[in-house]
């Protein structure tokens, strides 16, 4: 059950009739359809007329149906124990699966044990990683491959590098590649992305983060790496003892709830010195690369604009934050106040090094290296899980993507990053029946993602007037995370 979302009273046999069909893998319209479903998979797509008898009827006559978006980069169940009203914001933004980005090893008991909460209307886990490696599990080398062999044994789909070295980021990729599980997530300051690419990251988050992408695409690159300094962390037990992962991931939660706070002068200096020496040809020779070696990105842009952006009205003053529970968003206004005591050459350097992440996600995009969209919701300050996914796509607009490859980073392109291609992600027979109706068509305008007639998780159906009483109930009794 959900304290949110009311049990669809459509479900069963479901027809969406006599609507256009989007297929983001090639971009085509198909008018006239109608689009069978039953037992929570797509049966039949067909031109209208066909007999409907016993079928519920949506209708969709002028109107647009798309796969339902996967957010590739989420932080869901970093509170297990209360995702109702993430989930349900999900579900008004037409969001049915994720990649969780932290794990652990009761949470990866819990999926294999089908013990994970599923309230009414809950996205598909898709993926998730074990303990982000950290100096508290991967201070050394070998204790990166430890922690690397442990997750394998745990059952985690992928390990995220979330605070290491050069050193042990290698040692971790290494061991993955030698265990068959994909390793993604930070590149740690004193690393080339180049390297990590030529090694078999399989994806790398946030642009980065910091400059260390943007170094790789500077005329003045030993310089900008010089001044990329790796940031001192707050000290973390060595020794294990009770509560001491619960303590690190304490002190870890205080820093991720927006890292731009600890940004220092020397940090800065290294964002306006890679800036100002931006060399187009070597960001183009880095895509190159990237593509080579199916090196994927998930930018993250609504993640790093509220970093860099903390102090900014659209952020601080954004009404969805009433969905919000209270103390996430004491949290945020904590970690915003923080911001605002940034020198001002600091937070300059920020803003300032806006303009160099779209114009590195349109050199990757024009180039065709692999992107999925993501945007670190819960725990992230400032991002609203389900709108925040809508909020990307307006980014990856401003970075010049086009509509229709904005709609593949989170249908098709979700799908072929986790070898799942032919899976989900798409509007034909035998896929799951997980859909969006758009009042408008997408491939004239990314807006029309967010102009949502309706969504069907799983087979059953929540009409707009719905979807805002789901909105009305998150509201009136704030929850999520």
Known sequence: MSRYVEP?????????????????????????????????????????????????????????????????????????????????????????????MSGNRGLL???????????????????????????????????????????????????????????????????????????GGHLPADL?????????????????????????????????????????????????????????????????????????????????????????????????????HTTWQCPTLIRVHTQQFADSPEHSQDPRRRYMAPEELRTWDKSAKKFAKLPDLTRNALHNHWSAQLRMTKTFADAGVPMVAGTDACGAAGVIPGFALHDEFDYLAEAGLDPLTILRTTTTEPARFLGEEGRFGRVVTGMPADLVLLDEDPLEDHTALREIAGVMRDGSWWSRAELDAILERIAARPGAH
Do not use: C
């Not at 971009?27 to 066909?50: F, K, L, N, W, Y």
């Not at 992305?193 to 030529?198: F, I, K, S, V």
């Not at 040809?281 to 190159?288: D, F, H, I, M």
């Open 8 to 100: 669809s009273s459509i479900n069963g046999r479901v027809v969406v009739q006599d609507v256009t069909v989007i297929d983001p893998l090639d971009g085509h319209r198909t008018t006239g359809q109608d689009v069978m479903v039953e037992g929570g998979r797509i049966t039949s797509v067909t031109s209208t007329g066909a007999p409907t008898s016993g079928a519920h009827v949506v209708e969709g006559r002028g109107r647009f149906v798309v796969p339902a978006f996967m957010d590739m980069h989420m932080h869901a169940l970093n509170t297990p124990e209360d995702v109702d009203g993430t989930y349900a914001l999900m579900l008004a933004n037409g969001v049915v699966g994720f990649r969780q």
């Open 109 to 183: 008991k819990s999926r294999s044990q089908g013990t994970l909460p599923q309230p009414t209307g809950a996205p598909a886990l898709k993926s998730t990683a074990g303990d982000l490696l950290t100096p508290l599990n991967a201070s050394t080398a070998d204790g990166a491959v430890q922690a690397v062999r442990e997750q394998h044994r745990d059952g985690a789909d992928f390990v995220k590098a979330g605070m290491t070295t050069r050193a042990t980021f290698l040692a971790a990729l290494e061991e993955a590649n030698r265990l068959g599980i994909r390793l």
């Open 192 to 292: 080339d992305p180049r390297e990590a690419a030529r090694g078999g990251v399989w994806s790398i988050e946030h642009l980065g983060p910091g400059v260390t992408v943007f170094a790789a695409a500077s005329s003045k690159e030993g310089e900008v790496r010089a001044s990329n300094a790796t940031r001192k962390l707050p000290p973390i037990p060595k020794i294990k003892i009770p509560g001491a992962d619960k303590l690190a991931m304490k002190l870890i939660k205080g820093m991720v709830t927006n890292p731009a706070t600890g940004t220092s002068e020397l940090e800065a200096h290294a964002y306006n010195l890679a800036d100002g020496s931006y060399d187009q040809q070597k960001a183009e020779e880095l895509a190159v690369l990237f593509v080579e």
